[in-house]
């Protein structure tokens, strides 16, 4: 089992930076894989950005550039920074776990686990 905790959420206006943490417990943080997912209102999930255990890193296309995945093992937390937003990035921000796999996942059936989410407001 892996518990994930969002924070880091809030209104910030286009063109500024936020900094979302995923602060994680139970399973060994060093052992999954990690992702970041966002909903906007009336729209579906979709995927943001995702870490290997390798460290490696893959993002959607409207992010890249814009947007950093990374990890600290050390402090069990995921973090995702956000450069250069826009009112299209609105949305909740979800991480996501998944329990198998080495490699960066980009569909949300490939997670086990997720948090509660965290609301991120780009004001134009």
């Known amino acids: 089992q892996v518990q994930l905790v969002e924070s880091g959420g809030g209104l910030v206006q286009s063109g500024g930076s936020l900094r979302l943490s995923c602060a994680a417990s139970?399973?060994?943080?060093?052992?999954?894989?990690m992702g970041w997912f966002r909903q906007a209102p009336g729209k579906e999930r979709e995927f943001v950005a995702a870490?290997?255990?390798?460290?490696?890193?893959w993002y959607a296309d409207s992010v890249k550039g814009r947007f950093t995945i990374s990890r600290d093992n050390s402090r069990n937390t995921l973090y995702l920074q956000m450069s250069s937003l826009k009112p299209e990035d609105t949305g909740v921000y979800y991480c996501?776990?998944?329990?198998?796999?080495?490699?960066?996942?980009?569909?949300?059936?490939?997670?086990?686990?997720w948090g509660q989410g965290t609301q991120v407001t780009v004001s134009s």
């Open positions: 996501a776990a998944a329990a198998t796999g080495w490699t960066a996942k980009r569909l949300q059936s490939e997670y086990d686990y």
């Open positions: 139970g399973r060994s943080f060093s052992t999954v894989t």
């Open positions: 870490t290997s255990l390798g460290m490696a890193t």
